[in-house]
């Protein structure tokens, strides 16, 4: 793979830290609303947020033809699966250990893209993943009795992970002219109904009005890692190779783990020193070329 320009890892740096140094403001959230509550009020805002953006832009709204189908199954497996997912894994076990479990999606998208679409890797890029491989297993080990206690858990934060994986081949083998931020827009538009409805089962009307901070942690989750976030992620998907573009997402949690550190005074283990050395020896190999004479 050639080298990756500036202007591309500045836009991956940006979405690392943006969506790394959130996880922790969920805490703030979830501690006064309900999960499927939050979701819907975070996909709301993003709508809200790209809407009014695409209007001051005066960019169109229009869905090319016959891409309907693949803008479904985008959305159904990039924001619907993996916020329900995601929602039903920290039913079972905390939300931290979910978010690890999410983020094996690079490991997905080598296994699909070897098996499905017969791609094929790279010394350099296998290395990349198996380092990363490492990485998350460091994350999970101190978790392994808790996945075997609450086994959905486990499965939710695999699948969270599966889905994310499919959608991102979807968006990757799609062609969508003309189609900025307004692939985003759709994909979050057509994903809140069935949250709505779930929230409405589920939580039913909140019985008091959440606290300045959990409100604020709520819309910057909508308004930033939501709206600008997955603009950015989908833009990273077009501009990058499938596998380098998954694998740049393992950055994420150990970027919130960090920023829990910082944050919230969480403790700072030697597995987790060492997932994010292995992380930056993946991104590494993935990211800058190798020099050959």
Not at 8 to 27: E, H, I, R, S, Y
Not at 78 to 92: E, F, G, K, Q, R
Not at 278 to 293: G, I, M
């Amino acid at each position: 793979m050639k080298g990756v320009s500036p202007k591309v890892l500045g836009l991956l740096a940006a979405l690392t830290l943006v969506w790394g140094t959130n996880w922790p403001l969920f805490k703030i959230a979830l501690d006064e609303l309900p999960v499927a509550t939050f979701r819907s009020l975070v996909l709301a805002t993003a709508i809200l947020t790209l809407g009014v953006i695409l209007v001051m832009r005066r960019e169109s709204f229009a869905v090319p033809p016959g891409r309907w189908p693949a803008l479904v199954v985008a959305s159904a497996t990039n924001i619907l699966i993996w916020n329900i997912a995601t929602s039903l894994a920290v039913l079972y076990i905390p939300s931290g250990h979910a978010s690890v479990l999410a983020y094996t999606m690079p490991l997905w998208v080598a296994l699909l893209g070897f098996v499905a679409f017969g791609q094929r890797l790279t010394g350099r890029l296998l290395a990349a993943i198996l380092i990363g491989a490492a990485a998350v297993a460091a994350l999970m080990a101190p978790n392994f009795a808790r996945y075997a206690e609450a086994p959905l858990g486990l499965f939710w934060g695999l699948f969270a992970g599966f889905c994310w994986a499919i959608g991102t081949f979807v968006v990757k083998r799609t062609s969508w002219p003309g189609m900025g931020m307004s692939l985003t827009f759709w994909q979050v538009v057509i994903s809140l109904p069935p949250v709505l409805i779930g929230a409405a089962i589920l939580d039913g009307l909140p019985e008091r009005w959440p606290s300045a901070a959990a409100l604020a942690a709520t819309i910057y989750t909508g308004a930033i890692p939501m709206a600008f976030g997955t603009v950015a992620w989908f833009a990273l998907v077009k501009l990058l190779p499938t596998q380098v573009a998954a694998l740049s997402s393992i950055a994420i949690p150990i970027v919130a783990i960090v920023s829990g550190v910082l944050l919230l005074d969480e403790p700072l283990s030697l597995l987790q020193a060492l997932a994010i050395a292995s992380t930056v020896v993946a991104l590494w190999l993935a990211l800058v070329p190798s020099r050959r004479p």
